[in-house]
């Protein structure tokens, strides 16, 4: 149980595209969902929690109008990088917490990693 | 400003001992603690959380808990080459928060 699905695994573009991301909670209803980025050795860095049915919070620093999320439903939460350019290259890694859960645990799903040229 | 701090490593450890591996926080009111495991080039797994004070087995791991002490600590006996990752503490400071993960320590199972 509480498997977390990413989609997709990788992706490679070019400068100025947009890449959605998209990440479901497959056996379990998650009332909220979190996105994180990871650069290369470096630490799990929350970019936003995303609710079901309202806006996320973003954490400080993180540019909404850059990274939209939208979370329509309790099993799924995207993530759209807009008008990506190279240094937003990196491993972006969404969790999900059971609504059900009393224990507030998060669920990673596989990651996303993500290339502009 | 909550803190989860843990040693960066590499711990190195020979294959079939007991591999320490430590969390400390600042918040003293936090109340939940997750240990999650990340292999090179993916993501975390949970491996197990603890809520109360004491120890927490789960198969070849043991958490440790201490609130007194602000201390968290995971213990994996008869350490194995496959458990060579980075191990994540993470700690929920209350209900309804978001996590404050540690750094990470990067351990290292040597054959």
């Not at chain 1, 149980?1 to 379990?28: N, Y």
Request: proline share 5%; charged share 20%.
């Amino acid at each position: 149980g509480a498997v977390v699905s990413q989609h997709p695994s990788w992706v490679i573009c070019k400068s100025g595209t947009s890449v959605k991301i998209e990440c479901r909670s497959l056996d379990f209803q998650a009332t909220t969902m979190f996105w994180y980025r990871q650069f290369p050795k470096q630490s799990l860095m929350l970019m936003a929690t995303s609710n079901e049915g309202s806006k996320a919070t973003y954490e400080q620093g993180v540019e909404k109008d850059k990274f939209l999320i939208n979370h329509a439903s309790l099993t799924l939460s995207t993530l759209t990088v807009t008008s990506a350019h190279p240094e937003d290259s990196s491993f972006y890694i969404c969790s999900a917490r059971d609504a059900w859960e009393l224990g507030e645990t998060q669920y990673f799903g596989p990651g996303t990693r993500l290339l502009v040229l | 400003q909550k803190e989860v701090e843990q040693n960066s490593g590499p711990l190195s450890v020979p294959e079939g001992a007991i591999a320490s591996l430590n969390c400390t926080y600042s918040d003293r009111g936090s109340q939940s603690f997750f240990w999650y495991r990340q292999y090179s080039g993916k993501s975390p797994e949970l491996i197990m959380f603890i809520y109360s004070n004491g120890d927490k087995e789960d198969g070849r791991f043991t958490a440790q808990l201490n609130k007194a002490s602000q201390y968290v600590s995971l213990l994996i006996r008869d350490s194995q080459p496959s458990d060579s990752a980075t191990y994540l503490c993470a700690v929920l400071p209350g209900y309804g928060q978001n996590f404050v993960f540690g750094p990470g320590t990067r351990l290292s199972v040597l054959p």
